[in-house]
């Protein structure tokens, strides 16, 4: 069972560059999300999606995007790199309000 | 909107000791419950969650949470950890109205030590 899957897992880039956060779920989950983890900070909500063609902001959106074309994937887009974007990146799916979070592995991703 | 706090950032315990991780909350809604573990270089895995009725709620590895809406708690324990528990501990909470999010408090370090 493939779950959430994220890719890449490491990333460096440079300041200024541009890339995708690639995420994609086999479960038909409706929501999913896109959290940034930062040490002792815990998870913070960058974007969320409540189905195809549905995006919201979450509590940190600057300096960055989302698309839902599909029901499965929801990439996460930064189109300038800083140095504060450097972070570990997670995918989550859940299938209803109530229903368990599944998480990607993760994304390390380091802006110099 | 919802907040989590978790009071120790950090929690060393010997092993086969008893454990309590804490987690407080503050929202204006009913709320779902939920810890999850992060073991290193992992993505988050479900403990347990809380939705509703029995107010103590059982998960995987042992652990066990109690729902305290009085005291708008959420505590994670176990009665005796093992050196595999040693990871970071997430408690979050959600709103049960569509389009609700989770929102994650800080996270707790469990070190369980020989």
């Known amino acids: 069972n493939a779950g959430v899957t994220q890719t890449p897992k490491f990333r460096i880039l440079k300041i200024g560059q541009s890339m995708t956060l690639q995420c994609a779920q086999d479960?038909?989950?409706?929501?999913m999300y896109w959290y940034r983890q930062d040490p002792g900070m815990g998870l913070k909500l960058i974007y969320y999606?409540?189905?195809?063609?549905?995006?919201d902001k979450g509590e940190v959106p600057n300096g960055y995007n989302v698309s839902r074309s599909t029901t499965e994937d929801f990439p996460l887009r930064l189109e300038l790199a800083a140095p504060s974007q450097t972070s570990v990146y997670f995918c989550?799916?859940?299938?209803?309000?109530?229903?368990?979070?599944?998480f990607g592995q993760g994304t390390r991703l380091t802006v110099v | 909107a919802q907040s989590v706090t978790q009071l120790d950032s950090q929690v060393p315990v010997f092993e086969e000791a008893p454990v309590e991780l804490r987690c407080n909350y503050s929202?204006?809604?009913?709320?779902?419950l939920f810890w999850y573990v992060q073991y290193p270089n992992q993505g988050l895995q479900l403990l347990l969650k809380?939705?509703?009725?029995?107010?103590l709620v059982k998960g995987i590895n042992g652990f066990e949470a109690e729902f305290n809406k009085s005291q708008t708690s959420f505590h994670l324990r176990k009665p005796s950890v093992h050196i595999s528990d040693t990871a970071e501990y997430f408690c979050?909470?959600?709103?049960?109205?569509?389009?609700?999010?989770?929102?994650f408090g800080p996270g707790t370090r469990l070190s369980v030590l020989p």
């Open positions: 809380y939705l509703s009725g029995s107010t």
């Open positions: 999606s409540v189905g195809a063609g549905i995006t």
């Open positions: 989550a799916s859940s299938p209803n309000a109530g229903g368990k979070a599944f």
């Open positions: 979050a909470v959600r709103g049960d109205n569509y389009g609700q999010n989770f929102v």
């Open positions: 479960m038909n989950h409706n929501y």
């Open positions: 929202s204006s809604v009913s709320v779902y």
